[in-house]
């Protein structure tokens, strides 16, 4: 079974395509020769300037098709052509190009020098009006032939659900069959060629699935051998995000600035609003023309129609094959939805610049291969069909209008955005692994943080790496560069050898603000385009509100640019849980919205009265009690005749009437009424009698029937979630002002699943696994929504404690969003350990010292700050006098009188001579029982800090 990685790809293949001309017959680099038949040329809209000598067969390798009309007058083509072209290609380093071939080889040529250049051509068999009898031997014969030089895409069909690909503009109802079973025979006449067939291109905006009726008719294999989706998802006038812009979903009015963006012309000159509500104006166009909730699978007539395709695909085959778009993208002068303008020379380069971005940084799926924008040239390839020419990219009909030369802006735009490549070259082993780990500056995990790898001149590979724990395998031998998305890169010059596997340990810096938020909208898991999302930053206890959203197609929200802190997002009364970021990581939230309130016309009173003319009357009020008018009401009666067609009114028909107030006259009998407005249900009134009314006299009665708009009060919501390793014995609680019996507790499995049923409405409901963890902020039922709320309790904290005995206990507190204390003993190791802990923030407390604020995200591991609870060190004693200088005796002068022995500590001081003496009775005593004992040479202190005078009692040495 052929992978998307089997089909062919071009080398440095970066998904930028283009149409060729809409001729079947191409330039070439030598005087070349046409068929000579003007009428053939008129039909296909072409000019005759193709077909080569045959002379030139041989040196080419490969013969010319048998159809050709070698007499043709000569036509002077200019010198190098076909090398203009291809090098024009390269510059826009387009690397896929869409072309036809009349079916008998007119395309082999050019061919050729493309697959040179490293282009890959896809081919369509041209034939005029293919369907219903479709192509044959010659077409096949062709695509031998292509094939030889190196072709492997083929188009056989186009767009046959248009009358106009069918002879004689007649479609058959069973069009569909027709064009499956053609394709099945031609699929299995090109894969025995060696070539790739194409299921067929529907027009623009299509939802026919002809991929389903293959399947069914027994031919998956087809796929499985090499068949490929071909598309035609023009953008027209649409944004690149159609359908989920605002205009779509929402109708937003066009500003002024917005018109004057791209001048008058590219609005048809309609003005853009009125005074008067009437007028055809922009803004009534679209208010009246919103499709809020439209889906592209619903809409798929623009560049997203591939998305469509991908879905059809995996839907009927559980896999998918390549979707290349052989004709679409922008047109320079579209504008067929009237909401918005035409495309405008430089609009349609910005619009097929980011196309072509996207696909070579492989923003779209691995699956779409190529959009092939049309197109490319018309007059300077001689086609000289007008519509063509105000299509191409080269042309000169739009020089004097939008000051251009022969060329729209896209040309050079494209030759200047630098080209990516999606793939590797075939046959590079792709063999190395690159792992590694992220730490926060102050060495714990981070949240998940989203990453890209990406090596000069090819796509980015985008990874996940959950608490910072990453990992890529089947990577090239390169050079590669990992940064956050939309955020700094972490490292560089990482280069990987074939086979190689490397780790990486990554400390990110503080101070970092690349953290998202993200998630969606949803109401009953559908999306909810146009609410209001506001996001929350939460400090103290306290929530303020720093951005907000309005969210379009498929209710996605994204509020990147985040810190570190502590986030919630909210739609209304809906809340989400408190989400910790780090500055770093990304988190989703989706928020479950509650339905809105239901509400339904009840009868509230019916009174029967005597009298005539015999008649039913009543009014109906809004919840307020205020008067309707306007509401629709019907009369009935039981057993009506088939078809009957009931009585009907508007309430506040009589002026003089109280609002609200209708009337219908009624013959004898019973009669019901009801309202029959369409915005909600309403009750039935009972059978009035205008006769008999029990307990009443008389024959005759009118009635009156009030009804009020009232909201229904349902008690059938649900809560349900999974508690990720919930603690034994754990309990959950559910809590709310609704609950009449009081909060519901149920106890948590091991599984952690819990659910709790038939809810009534509410605004504050909470949700806490008791004494660990509130799982998110209060939350709203009304009465039939379902809210999920889940939480994991697997995040852990140690750290070591120092001077303290093992077994004394250290702290933890859970400071935020539900406070709560817990204890665990110190270790032999001095180590501690707190597991099962949810997000939140926490403070480690031992003796009296305590940490400060850890932040720990979901499921992640920090180590906290060590706790030091030693003594300090007795400080150091001072440093002793430094000792009296020794006094040497001079042989000419007489020594001194005196000198004084002093000491810290009880020691010996050296004695300054023989002829030295102390006596007990000559120290000065600091303390009552110094002592000094004496010899010839020391004298002894005692104790420390004794001071002692000695005297001199010798005489002056000889």
């Known amino acids: ?94 690397k896929w190009v869409k072309l036809m071939d009349d079916g008998g080889g007119s395309s082999l040529l050019i061919c050729q020098r493309m697959l040179q250049a490293g282009i890959m051509p896809i081919v369509r068999l041209f034939k005029e009006r293919p369907n219903p009898r479709g192509i044959g031997g010659r077409e096949f014969e062709t695509v031998s032939r292509l094939v030889d030089v190196g072709v492997r895409y083929f188009e056989t069909n186009n767009e046959p659900d248009l009358p106009a690909e069918w002879e004689n503009n007649l479609m058959p109802p069973n069009w569909l069959d027709i064009v499956v079973d053609n394709f099945i025979r031609d699929a299995d006449q090109i894969l025995g060629r060696g070539g790739l067939p194409a299921v067929p291109a529907m027009g623009p905006g299509s939802r026919d699935n002809p991929i389903a009726m293959i399947v069914a008719r027994g031919r998956r294999d087809l796929f499985e051998r090499g068949a490929w989706v071909a598309i035609h998802n023009y953008t027209l006038n649409h944004p690149l995000d159609y359908p989920d812009d605002a205009v779509s979903q929402l109708g937003v009015p066009l500003s002024q600035a917005d018109y004057d963006r791209y001048g008058a012309w590219s609005w048809d000159n309609r003005i853009r609003e009125s005074a008067n509500p009437e007028d055809p104006t922009i803004n009534r166009l679209r208010r009246e023309s919103k499709h809020t909730g439209i889906s592209i699978f619903e809409d798929p007539n623009c560049f997203r129609g591939y998305e469509a395709a991908g879905k059809m695909i995996f839907d009927a085959l559980g896999f998918y094959v390549p979707v290349i778009s052989t004709e679409g993208g922008p047109v320079v002068g579209w504008g067929d939805d009237k909401r918005y303008n035409k495309i405008v020379p430089s609009q349609q380069m910005e619009m097929q610049q980011e196309i072509m971005r996207q696909m070579q940084n492989n923003e779209v799926p691995d699956w779409y291969f190529s959009l092939c924008t049309w197109l490319i040239a018309s007059r300077p390839l001689g086609d000289f069909t007008p519509a063509w020419e105000t299509m191409s990219w080269y042309t000169h009909w739009w020089d004097q209008q939008f000051g251009l030369n022969g060329r729209l802006p896209i040309v050079d735009a494209l030759k200047a955005l630098p080209s990516v490549s999606r793939v590797w070259p075939a046959g590079a082993p792709q063999t190395a692994r690159l792992q590694g780990s992220l730490l926060l500056n102050n060495g714990q995990a981070p949240g998940a943080v989203s990453l890209r790898l990406q090596a000069a001149g090819h796509a980015p590979t985008l990874i996940s790496a959950p608490g910072g724990a990453f990992s890529v395998d089947a990577l090239a031998a390169a050079t590669y560069t990992l940064s956050v998305v939309d955020g700094p890169d972490i490292a560089s010059d990482i280069a990987l050898a074939a086979g190689e596997q490397r780790t990486l340990a990554v400390t990110l810096p503080a101070g970092a603000t690349v953290s998202v938020l993200r998630g969606q909208a949803l109401r009953n898991d559908r999306p909810q385009p146009g609410e209001e999302v506001e996001l929350l930053a939460l400090s103290n206890g306290a929530a303020q509100v720093i951005a907000s959203q309005t969210v379009l197609g498929q209710g996605r929200f994204h509020f990147g640019g985040l810190g570190p802190g502590v986030y919630q997002v909210q739609a209304g009364a809906t809340t989400s849980a408190a989400v910790t970021l780090d500055g770093w990581s990304s988190a989703t939230v989706n928020l479950a919205l509650p339905a809105p309130p239901d509400f339904r016309y009840r009868v509230t ?27 629709k009401v019907q009369m009935s009666w039981p057993n009506p005749d088939p078809d009957t067609q009931f009585p009907e009114t508007l309430t506040g028909r009589d002026p003089f009437k109280p609002l609200g107030f209708y009337e219908f006259l009624a013959s004898a009998g019973q009669f019901q009424v009801k309202i029959i407005q369409g915005d909600w249900e309403s009750d039935l009134s009972a059978p009035l009698s205008t006769t008999v009314v029990p307990g009443q006299p008389g024959d005759s009665f009118y009635w009156e029937a009030n009804f009020q708009l009232q909201q229904v009060v349902r008690s059938q919501s649900i809560v349900r979630g999974r508690i990720t390793n919930p603690p034994a014995n754990g309990v959950i609680v559910l809590s709310g002002s609704a609950l009449t019996g009081g909060p519901q507790r149920q106890a948590l499995p091991a599984t952690g699943e819990f659910e709790f049923r038939d809810l009534p409405a509410g605004s504050d409901f909470e949700l806490i696994v008791e004494r660990v963890a509130r799982l998110g902020a209060a939350f709203a039922l009304d009465g039939a929504n379902t809210v999920e709320r889940s939480v994991s309790l697997t995040g852990a904290l140690s750290g070591r404690v120092l001077g303290l005995a093992p077994g004394a206990l250290v702290g933890l507190a859970r400071t935020s969003p539900l406070s709560w204390r817990r204890a665990v003993e110190l270790g032999a190791d001095n180590l501690y350990r707190f597991d099962g802990l949810p997000p939140g923030r926490y403070q480690v407390s031992a003796g009296d ?110």
């Open 1 to 94: 079974m052929m992978h998307i990685n089997d089909f062919p790809r071009p080398p440095d293949d970066n998904g930028r395509g283009l149409h060729w001309s809409a001729r079947v017959y191409h330039p070439t680099n030598e005087p070349t020769r046409g068929t000579g038949n003007a009428e053939e040329d008129a039909r296909y809209a072409m000019s005759a300037r193709i077909y080569r000598e045959p002379a030139a067969a041989a040196t080419l390798g490969a013969g010319e098709p048998p159809t050709v009309n070698w007499t043709a007058a000569l036509h002077e083509a200019s010198a190098s052509e076909l090398d203009y072209w291809i090098n024009e290609l390269q510059a826009m380093h387009i």
């Open 849 to 958: 010292k305590h940490s400060a604020d850890i932040m720990l995200a979901e499921g992640q591991s920090a180590e906290a700050p060590t706790l030091d609870l030693q003594p300090p060190p007795p400080p150091p004693p001072p440093p002793p006098p430094p000792p009296p200088p020794r006094r040497r005796h001079h042989p000419h002068r007489r020594p001194s009188a005196s000198f004084t022995a002093w000491c810290n500590t009880s020691a010996a001081v050296r004695w300054p001579g023989p002829r030295w003496s102390c006596t007990t009775t000559a120290c000065w005593r600091r303390r009552p029982s110094a002592t000094a004992r004496a010899n010839s040479s020391f004298v002894i202190l005692e104790p420390a800090s004794t001071v002692c005078i000695c005297r001199n009692t010798g005489s002056r040495p000889p």
């Open 605 to 631: 009173s019916t009174q029967a009265t005597p009298g005539s003319p015999r008649r039913i009357i009543g009014r109906v009020f809004d919840t307020q009690g205020n008067g309707l008018n306007g509401i």
